[in-house]
Each structure stands twice: as C-alpha cells, then as structure tokens.
C-alpha cells in the first residue's frame, strides 16, 4: 500500500495503485471521498499517522456508489465516529451489497476473461478483500443538488450508469471534482490511460454513464480525482470531451 500524496491544497489521495480514496480537509475537520477496499483497514491508522490524523478525526464518508472497492473502510470510519452518505438509489445495495446487473452482469464479465488484465485487476481486488463487502445499514441519504453540511461542503452531482445512484462530487472551495467511478483515468482492465469511461462491462447501463458526463461537463475545478487511476489536472470539460471520445 502505497503512502498518502497530497493532490492539491486540503486534498490527500490514499488506497494502492488500483483503487484511491480520498481525504478533504477543511480547517481541522476530515471528509473520506470513497472508502477503498476492505483490506485497506489494515493499514489504515498507520496511513492516517502520516498526516498527523486518526480515524476519529474524519467525520464523514461520502460514498459515489457502493461497490466493493470504494466502500473498505467505511465500516472502520463509522465506528470512530463518521456519518455515513450514499445517494437514495444507491442505498440498498449498500445495506444489501450483491452483484450488479445490467451491462455489468456476470454474463458481460465472461467476455473479459480472456484479459491478463482482468485477472489482475479482479485478483488484486479479490486479495484486498472485496469479494466481502461489508453491508453498511442506517446510511444517511443524498440527492443531486444538495450541498453537504459535512467539511468542505461538497455539491451532489448524480452521475447515474456506473451504478443507478452514482454521484460525483464538486468541492468548490477546493476546486476539486471527486468523479467515483462516473470516469477514471486508467482502465482497471486494460492499458489505456487518461480521461475514459470505466470498461463498458463494470458499468450497470452504460449509455447512462455516457450521458452523465454532460452532467460534470459545465462545473468549475482545476483537478479530477477518479476512484482508479491518477488524479488529472484540467477541467471538468476538457477531461468530459476526452472520456467521451473512448466509447
Ligand atoms: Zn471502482
């Protein structure tokens, strides 16, 4: 597991070279963007020491959708104090995780089995733990448009597709987008990198997740920070064009 890097100015991105998550300061006070994978939890007041944090100290996690891999921690955190935010369509499979369906049903998976890429992805996450999410009940719920009483104030962008519920999240003080997994910037199973869709099969309707980038395209920051791969220094609109341009 990697060390904790600072993005941008109250920004800290953590997780391992798979999967980030985030920390977004204001003043004293800590909100968690994503959760990482459930093995993170081992490794997770050692990272939080590195900048003179404890899992006390952040008072909400905000979650983009509730797939495995972004929800790790979030059971740790919660029990240190933290409030807990999904988006309302998205709340069940948190309570209840499962298997998604749609363009991300096991049937679609088959078609990249064949992918060295796949296995490493999937065996990396699988070795990290998410193949045993944790259910999180009594999530409070978000909608598109409200701005959060949590630290930094975060707007609620619904970015559906990836998952029905998925959201994004613009910190206008910090001119930071946290995009989930609306887009990423590295396909977790391939070799591409920059702004892109995540891989067709991860997605539940993926002409929805498309159509989501119009939705983040007009917003104002300076830097994009996906749930895989690097965070990207440019606006929202210019990253949009070229996540479009991959499908
Ligand atoms: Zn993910």
Redesign the pocket.
Known sequence: MGEPQQVTRGVHRLGSSL?SWYLVEEGDRLTAVDAGLPAFARDLERQLAQIDRRPGDVEAVILSHP?A??TGVAPRLRDAGARVLIHSEDDASLRKPGHKGGDASRRHLITQLYKPAFWRFVGGKARAGSMSPAAIDGAENFAHGDRLDVPGSPRIVHTPGHTPGHCSFLFEGHRALFVG?SMCTSNPLGRSEGPQLMPKVTNVDDERAVISLDAMEALEADVILP??GDPWHGSPAAAMRRARATR
Do not use: A, M, P, T
């Open positions: 999967v797939d891999d972004h997994d749930g895989h």
